[in-house]
């Protein structure tokens, strides 16, 4: 079997992820319901095994004035997995933050439950993105079940695969880049000039910062029926779910967030350079291989739901056929890429507090049930977005089995405000299916709130 080093070559954009940490909880969790009890013994061992199948969980970070690396733990230093039947110190479990610089990169926590078992896993933001959180937790299922034929089974680790920007970059032809320089220069005036933002913040009476040190985790489940009503109003109109959801989610901000004239209707998602750049949609190993991309409407969304799903999907559709993802690497993130850790975190404590700061969408896709199966699929499966405490949250989505997942984290003090905006989103969806589609909407979306 091949030898694991001790010690993995680091790159930029991880130095960025960790500079992450000054603007929230840069975790990302993957929470799986079963309707049959696991194996807790074979699940620990899986978990093990899987931090020597992807070498990069079974080290801790080692930040430097450049660029950082990897070291890997010892083996009594893993502490990756733990079993409870206390709802409560499950739920204290997921509140608590994972530290990338002691590691490792990924948790498990096994709730005992009569009705079913419940699986958190707990993923660093310095190792990978959505992308390789579903790749990570699908390496775990694949050795939990390798394991029932074969007790002795260990993974040849994944030593050569690619964990940089350079496999998607390579995708890319010189002759694109003028194209990719003027669309990161749009992106500029997009983002943040010449007008302030207008979006959802978690700013006190003194207009001071709230942290989210506790995070209370808010979620709409929304129904099978409601999604194929937004997949037939993204069809109509030329989008897709996503763009549905993000004009939802603009005209709920231009009804419940007060603005004053010139405020601009903002909204950062992100992109998955996996899906657009390369074979398969898979990349080399568990990394961070997301982009962002910045939509402005302006001051006003439109009349009505359709204008702005209109102006949404064809900005995406033209970002979809030039370069997607692609410009912020020559914009704003590819000069932060290259600023030493120290200066580097300067800015972002300064960024932490800036009150024009945009909301930040992030779609971590598709869930796909045999990805998942520990022996049988869960009945429930969502990604957790990670909690951030700069002042406008961060909003998630996820989809398992049909439905779509939309989640924040928030203080305890914030769970009123953000609850009315998450039903102004759903009532802004509901809205937009029955006025547009033939798909009624059947208006029984799950409304959660966890304290965990």
């Keep these: 079997m091949t030898t694991i080093p001790d010690r993995i070559a680091s790159h ?11 603007l929230g909880e840069m975790m990302i969790q993957m929470q799986l319901e079963f309707d049959h009890a696991l194996d807790a013994d074979r699940l620990a061992q899986a978990v093990d095994l899987t931090l020597d199948a992807e070498p990069v969980l079974g080290c801790y970070y080692v930040g430097r004035f450049f660029r950082g690396h990897w070291r890997r733990l010892a083996p009594d230093e893993r502490n990756c997995f733990s079993i409870t039947n206390d709802q409560a110190e499950f739920d204290r479990f997921k509140q608590a933050p994972i530290n990338g610089d002691k590691g490792p990169q990924l948790r498990c926590c096994l709730l005992r439950r009569d009705s079913g078992d419940c699986l958190l896993f707990k993923f660093s933001h310095l190792a990978g993105d959505a992308g390789g959180t579903k790749l990570a937790v699908g390496r775990v299922a694949d050795i939990y079940r390798r394991l029932k034929e074969d007790p002795e089974y260990k ?4 030593i050569d695969g690619s964990r940089r920007l350079a496999q998607v970059f390579r995708k890319v032809p010189l002759s694109a880049l003028p194209r990719i320089w003027m669309n990161a220069r749009l992106e500029g005036r997009r983002t943040g000039k010449p007008r302030p933002t207008r979006a959802f913040r978690l700013l006190d009476e003194q207009g001071e910062v709230v942290r989210t040190d506790e995070p209370i985790y808010l979620t709409r489940v929304l129904t099978k029926s409601q999604v194929q009503g937004m997949s037939e109003l993204g069809r109509r109109y030329g989008g897709k779910i996503n763009d549905v959801v993000v004009a939802a989610f603009m005209r709920t901000l231009a009804k419940l967030v007060p603005g004053q004239p010139g405020d601009q209707l903002r909204l950062q998602t992100t992109v998955d350079l996996r899906t657009w750049y390369l074979p398969e949609a898979r990349a080399g190993g568990v990394c961070n291989l997301s982009s962002f991309e910045n939509s402005n409407l302006g001051e006003d969304p439109g009349a009505d739901f359709k204008t702005t799903l209109k102006r949404i999907a064809e900005f995406t559709q033209e970002r979809k056929f030039n370069w997607i993802g692609m410009s912020t690497f020559l914009g704003e993130t590819g000069l932060l890429m290259m600023i030493p850790r120290r200066p580097l975190n300067r800015i972002f404590r300064k960024i932490s507090h800036i009150d024009n700061s945009r909301n930040l969408l992030t779609n971590g896709g598709p869930i796909m049930p045999e990805a998942v199966t520990f022996d049988h699929a869960p ?6 977005t990670p909690p951030l405490y700069a002042p406008a949250p961060g909003f998630g989505l996820s989809g398992y089995n049909g439905q779509i997942t939309l989640i924040t984290a928030v203080p305890e003090s914030f769970v009123a405000a953000t609850d009315e905006f998450l039903d102004g989103i759903v009532a802004e969806l509901d809205t937009g299916i029955r006025e547009n589609t033939q798909q009624a909407p059947t208006g029984d979306y799950q409304r959660q709130r966890e304290t965990g």
Excluded: C, H, W
Excluded at 12 to 22: H, I, T, Y
């Design 12 to 22: 930029r954009f991880e130095k960025l992820v960790g500079a992450f940490d000054l």
């Design 155 to 158: 993974p040849e680790p994944n």
């Design 379 to 384: 009945r429930v499966a969502y990604l957790m």
